[in-house]
């Protein structure tokens, strides 16, 4: 039996002989009997393991160590001891894998930096035992919340032949012998007959399904080859991008905010043990904080209207705040502080945002939304797309981008077009938020990052 | 109002007036009054729409083309006509974007080649619609059955610097400027430090976390770069693989099969409409094939009495049953005709199945399953994992594999090493099956396949 569904029915199993499997997280043998922390990682929640001296072999069990797997047999009786409610009275204990003295996860406290080296057994440390389950339930939040609203899962392609957004910056994709190149590279004897690269976005392949499904969402890895060594940078990450045909700015923060408002709350609900372990060790105060988030209605402010609560402010500011220009962090962590919440900043000067994004009837702002939280910075992103045919192009035109290779998005403004409106998730900027853990290193199962591809 | 909604709530909307937006799929102007065929994508069921001479504007609305997007108010009612039971009576009808006479998709049947030349359009065509539904339905059902089984959702890494598995087949992730190299490459100065390429499998990873979690499972993309332009191969695909540690392969099957049934028998509830249109115009008695596979039990048997019944067959084989080796199209066309439905086949001759599997006593097979169904063929394959560390790594060494690099997944066999298993199943060749569409390319919102690579 699994541990999750003994602690769903433990009431019922109490004085029931049971069998459990699973590995040993500290053993502490005494001389007439002994202890074992026994998990199989399926619940937080580990169970405690008491054996007497009668039990068979009782001389070969107290040696088992720390890391080895076992098999009991024991009676689920409530326990007297402090820190649990339950404990296995165990009749017969099996060693199934023996885990020898030099095993690298003992019972202490390791440095994350040490963890990330032994990333396949990190899992097993308690920290990631509540990080990776959040991970898990976080993202079936997500889609429980796209699913029961009628939204389309769409799954982006991740190699893309276009380049349209930041080619710098975009992982290559070939099968072409790069050892024996000599300065000349035909693209059509490559995989694909062109040059190929990992998406950065799913964006632009959303926009052609919400405009047959109108509703639609991807949660997918992305892609970003950018030599950034910080703690917020990832080479490979997730992210869900819905997009909504027949929705403008404002729905679109509708959307925003419900939905983040609904995965925090099915994480505070179904991951509880975890949070309160999180809360306990890594971000005191990490529940009071997302209760705070569930609760507050956020605020809608223009990006014109930060910028004179800034320049009003009595602050020395590192980075002086300007109309027309982007905000830098200590404005954000400002303007959180000052609206008591989390604040949706609209209406951005249109030339530090993206091509697709509407223009606005002023000539000077697009129809943008960043989504700034307390202590976490900026969330998410979103826009209303540009609709108008002729204003796309021109736009695209100014920024001399590629139309014809473009010319399928285009088309989606020439036939049938429709107001639509969507915005971009980093799910792991989302954990990071929500576990506490500050390095996005340590919110992924496997991170890459430059210079480091391990496992 | 989107039409899922209207649709959930009906009965409830007769005699309300209503607004609706989306698109033309048909328009049949007449002289006193016209009929739009209606719909926003959101439900695979369209809405009439029904106006009248007096309408305003009704000379411009009769020259509303096919593909264009419009606004209408109007009041539900029952409908006296064929072929719907609601209609809307419109008051009145606004232009949103307009859509050209050249619009390429129009009201009649296109070939699918035609229509993949049109990716960016194909999901507003009636066989799209239904098909990427079902996608979305089937992806989420996957994610129910494995969450509420309290399976851990874990997202494999998709760069990877490992070439254990068919180093051959993969595509090369590089930052490295290859239109300037010459003949030397030095991988110290790629992005990672070292040669990267796109994952052909999670499973390794996910043993990594089976050993923490006990109850994982990934579902991500995976790539091979496979030159074989053939309906049932892409090269970036998505893959479920769970994994369980303290499973054996009895068990694995029994995973297998359950989680099978739940996701058909999901898609058959959820996306009923969408699976009466493909039954009706796509392949007759789809549904009763996929309620025949829900409601059988699943056969279990040996490679070996496989090769026996079909070497005993009165068949004359174009590729004759042979012991120890694998079997053809035919073979397994064969035998699920024989046992009158799906066929679990299992202990598999070593030498055709991969280093990971467990070896059996009989020292020739290995704790192998594919999932053999009619009509599809192989729909899924798992194992028990090799857990013995001395077998794991005498079998390595005789493929001549890189012991060195695979320390880490050697080490999950030292470090309390437990009995393990999984299987993994292509979501395009369940898609393939449950739809009845027989390219890959059209299971796929943005295929990618040799020579091929667009949008």
């Not at 095993?103 to 097993?124: A, M, V």
């Not at 997009?243 to 994480?267: G, T």
Request: hydrophobic share 35%.
């Amino acid at each position: 039996m699994y541990l999750d569904e003994l602690w769903k029915n433990c009431e019922k199993l109490i004085g029931k002989e049971i069998d459990v499997h699973g590995w040993i997280r500290n053993h502490r043998p005494q001389k007439e009997f002994g202890f074992i922390d026994f998990s199989d990682g399926t619940s937080v929640k580990h169970l405690q393991i008491v054996y007497e001296k009668k039990i068979e072999n009782f001389e070969k069990i107290v040696a088992f160590r720390n890391g080895s797997s076992i098999m009991v047999k024991g009676t689920l009786e409530k326990s007297e001891g402090k820190g649990q409610d339950y404990e296995l009275k165990a009749k017969k204990i099996t060693l199934i894998g023996d885990c020898p003295e030099e095993y690298p996860l003992q019972p202490k406290r390791h440095s994350l930096e040490f963890l990330r080296s032994i990333g396949y057994l990190r899992p097993r440390a308690n920290l990631f035992q509540a990080v990776f389950r959040i991970r898990s339930v976080a993202a079936l939040a997500i889609h429980e919340y796209f699913g029961s609203h009628g939204f389309v899962y769409f799954h982006a392609p991740l190699i893309t032949a276009s380049d349209c957004e930041g080619a710098g910056e975009m992982f290559q994709v070939t099968t072409l012998p790069i050892e024996k190149l000599n300065g000349e590279v035909d693209y059509k004897k490559d995989f694909f007959g062109k040059k190929a690269s990992l998406t950065v976005s799913g964006q632009l392949q959303a926009e052609t399904f919400a405009t047959a499904f109108s509703k639609v969402y991807t949660f997918g890895p992305t892609f970003r080859a950018e030599n950034s060594n910080t703690k917020t940078h990832a080479s490979e990450f997730w992210m869900i991008e819905p997009e909504m045909a027949f929705c403008d700015l404002e729905k679109d923060m509708d959307v925003m905010e419900e939905m983040l408002k609904f995965v925090v709350s099915s994480v505070l609900k179904n991951a509880k043990e975890e949070m309160e372990f999180l809360d306990k060790f890594q971000e005191p105060g990490l529940i009071e904080k997302l209760n705070h988030l569930v609760s507050t209605k956020f605020t809608r402010v223009t990006h014109e209207e930060v910028i004179t609560i800034l320049k009003q402010a009595d602050v020395k500011w590192e980075f002086a705040p300007e109309y027309g220009c982007d905000i830098a962090r200590e404005h954000e962590k400002y303007i959180t502080e000052y609206f008591h919440g989390p604040v949706f900043i609209t209406n951005w000067p249109k030339d530090i945002k993206a091509f697709y994004m509407k223009q606005n009837s002023d000539g000077k702002t697009v129809a943008a939304v960043d989504l700034e939280v307390p202590g976490a910075g900026e969330l998410m992103g979103g826009s209303q797309r540009e609709e108008d045919y002729d204003k796309l192009f021109a736009r695209m035109v100014e920024l001399r981008m590629n139309t014809e290779e473009m010319e399928w998005y285009l088309n989606l403004r020439k036939f049938g077009t429709v107001p639509h409106s969507g915005f971009g998730m980093g799910f792991e900027r989302l954990l990071i938020y929500i576990t506490g853990v500050e390095n996005i290193r340590d919110v992924i199962p496997y991170p890459r990052t430059p210079g480091s591809c391990d496992f």
